[in-house]
Each structure stands twice: as structure tokens, then as C-alpha cells.
């Protein structure tokens, strides 16, 4: 029997971990740490000071920054928030002994392990990697001294291959937090950010073309708040286009399991796309662009339809009824649940733990 391993997750303080509303990383960093703690490890959860953990949790502040007033609408603020995370963060586990470090903040953090005392750390890129920026970034940070990369999708690695990738983890979710409904219902769904890249104004395009309801629960974040009120806000009937506003959990899955269908027209090269297994986990089919993730997600035919404009995206979802609700479920229970995420880092943890 392996031993129990104390552990420090990294994670955001852009929000709350759990997020009790949007917010992916953080709802990953969750699933996992407490998985973990269910598994008899010693987890410490370094996030902000509202998180709702059984691990012990080290404020990095003393509540999300999103939530705070004077932070949360200033740009230059909310980045510099991120330094001084990583600053506080490098202070205490300096301080403190543990088997492995998961770093859930990127790149920022990567720059200081040589402070930490050679303790290995995994770094699980939430991210793209396909910008200027980005790609700026690795490519500066002496890769050979950082060789502990996670990716979570094959896609994602594909602008920087040359990264010393150690696995491909997708995302996992509590499937039995997410109630399966065997009948379809009446309208589309889109949930996520209101941001263009997430493809808010392709679903009402579709929707608008197909004739059927779209109903859309989003968060506005500070930099989507214009694209909002000019390019989504106008189309918004409140009868054909509904906009309900950002959903918590339990909204979240009472939008996904009666919907017929999630609208995820995405214009981006998506890393992950966790919306589309919380709606395979209700049964829902998905359609989607054949962007980033996308393919390792859907199984076209299966479980929703890749497509690859508007057009296809219609038809698809006059198509809806050959996807069996079942199939979606099935998929998300042998793939993308968190026990087989907490798995898979667990045998990188040992791994690791072997080669020091």
C-alpha cells in the first residue's frame, strides 16, 4: 500500500474554490483536492479565503477577487493580485513541508520553483497555448528545469509539443451531481462567458435559423461587458432569446437536463470544454465547432454533432433526436468523473515521489 501524500494545490483567487457560480479552474481544483482528502491524503488548498474545502486552506486573500469592489473592476489590479498570490504562495510552502506541489496558476508561479527546496511540482495548464503571449512565455522559461507539464487535452499541446508534457488529465466532474433526464425538452441551451471567443452570438444565429428557443445563462465579465450590450443585448427578445445571468449549481443543472440540446459554437481553440461533459453527464447531446478540445469530448453521431458553421449547426439540430440521452451519460461516467481524474494525478504524484 502506497503512503498517504501531503499535498499543496495552488489554486486562483479570481474566484471561490468551489466557484458558486462560474469558474472552471476552480471548480477542477475542488473536485480534486477533495477527492484526494477522500482518499486519505494531506491536502493543503493555497486559494481565497471564502473556499469552502475539508483541506486546509491558507487564504492567499481574504475572499475572491472578482467579488471584491474595488479589485474586481480594475484590470491592472486583478493582474497585479496574481503576482502578489504567487509571492504568498512561495512564502509558505517555503515554510512548510510536502511531498508534491500541483500549481494551478501557470506560468507565473514557475519562474520561483528552484526556492522550493527541490520539492517536485506539477503544473496543470488551464490555458491555451496557441498566442504570441503564451508561447512567449514557455518558450522563455528555461523548459528543461520545468518538466512537469499537464495538459488537458491533446489539442491543447499541439502550438507547443516541445513542452515536457508528463500526461494529458481531462477535466473531471461529480457525475451524480448532475441529474440524468431520458427526455428531451423544448429548448437550446448556452452556458459559459459572454465572451466571442465562447460563441454566444453563433448559438442565437443557430437557434434564430433552426426556430427553437435559446436559453442563455452567462457570466459578464469586466472585458465582455461592451460585446455584450452591442453585440448579444440587442438580439435578446426575452421570448425566442432568453438571457437568465449567471447560474449556480443547482440552476445550472435544472437549464441542462431539460434543454435538447447545449449550443457550444466555440471560436476559439478551447483547451477543455467543461460545460460540454456537465451537459453529457444530464443527458444532453452537445453541438459544437471543430475547434480545440472539441473532438475528444463529442463523439459525433454519439453524443452531439461536430460541425463546422452555422448551416451544420442547424441541421444538426433538426438531427437531435438520433443522439441517444443514455449514451451522453455513459460517456461522462466512464471518461470525465472526477475519480478517474484523481487517478490519473495520483500516478503522476508517485511517479514523481519514485524519480527523487
Known amino acids: 500500500m502506497r503512503k498517504k501524500l501531503r499535498l499543496a494545490q495552488i489554486a486562483p483567487s479570481e474566484e471561490r474554490v468551489p466557484p458558486p457560480k462560474y469558474g472552471g479552474i476552480e471548480l477542477v481544483v475542488s473536485n480534486l483536492t477533495e477527492e484526494l482528502i477522500k482518499r486519505g491524503h494531506q491536502v493543503t488548498l493555497l486559494a481565497s479565503g471564502d473556499s469552502i474545502t475539508k483541506a486546509r486552506l491558507i487564504p492567499i486573500f481574504k475572499k475572491a477577487v472578482r467579488t471584491d469592489a474595488d479589485i474586481g473592476a480594475n484590470s491592472l489590479k486583478r493582474d497585479a493580485v496574481k503576482l502578489i498570490e504567487v509571492a504568498q504562495a512561495i512564502n509558505f510552502l517555503q515554510q512548510h513541508k510536502f511531498d508534491i506541489i500541483h500549481n494551478h496558476i501557470d506560468w507565473r508561479f514557475l519562474p520561483f520553483i528552484s526556492l522550493l527546496n527541490s520539492v517536485p511540482v506539477v503544473t496543470t495548464l488551464h490555458g491555451p497555448l496557441d498566442t504570441d503571449y503564451q508561447q512567449f512565455v514557455y518558450n522563455t522559461i528555461p523548459n528543461k528545469n ?145 475547434r480545440g478540445s472539441v473532438s475528444e469530448i463529442i463523439q459525433n453521431g454519439k453524443t452531439g454533432f461536430i460541425v463546422k458553421n452555422i448551416n451544420e449547426a442547424v441541421k444538426a439540430i433538426h438531427n437531435i433526436d438520433q443522439i441517444d440521452r443514455y449514451d451522453c451519460r455513459r460517456l461522462t461516467e466512464e471518461k470525465f468523473s472526477v475519480e478517474k481524474m484523481t487517478t490519473e494525478y495520483e500516478k503522476i504524484y508517485y511517479k514523481l515521489l519514485e524519480k527523487k
Open 146 to 290: 520545468y518538466k512537469n507539464y499537464v495538459s488537458i487535452s491533446n489539442n491543447q499541446r499541439q502550438p507547443m509539443p516541445r513542452l515536457n508534457f508528463v500526461n494529458t488529465i481531462y477535466h473531471g466532474i461529480h457525475v451524480d451531481k448532475f441529474t440524468f433526464n431520458s427526455k428531451k425538452g423544448k429548448y437550446a441551451a448556452f452556458l459559459g462567458r459572454m465572451s466571442p471567443e465562447k460563441g454566444p452570438l453563433q448559438a442565437i444565429q443557430a437557434a434564430k435559423k433552426a426556430k427553437i428557443p435559446l436559453i442563455m445563462a452567462a457570466k459578464v465579465d469586466l472585458t465582455d461587458k461592451e460585446y455584450f450590450h452591442k453585440k448579444i443585448k440587442p438580439l435578446i427578445d426575452g421570448k425566442l432569446i432568453k438571457f437568465i445571468g449567471e447560474v449556480d449549481h443547482r440552476d445550472k443543472v435544472k437549464l441542462l437536463r431539460n434543454a435538447a440540446v447545449l449550443l457550444g459554437l466555440i471560436q476559439w481553440e478551447e483547451p477543455f470544454g467543461l460545460v460540454m461533459i456537465e451537459a453529457l453527464a444530464c443527458g444532453t447531446p452537445v453541438i459544437a465547432n471543430n
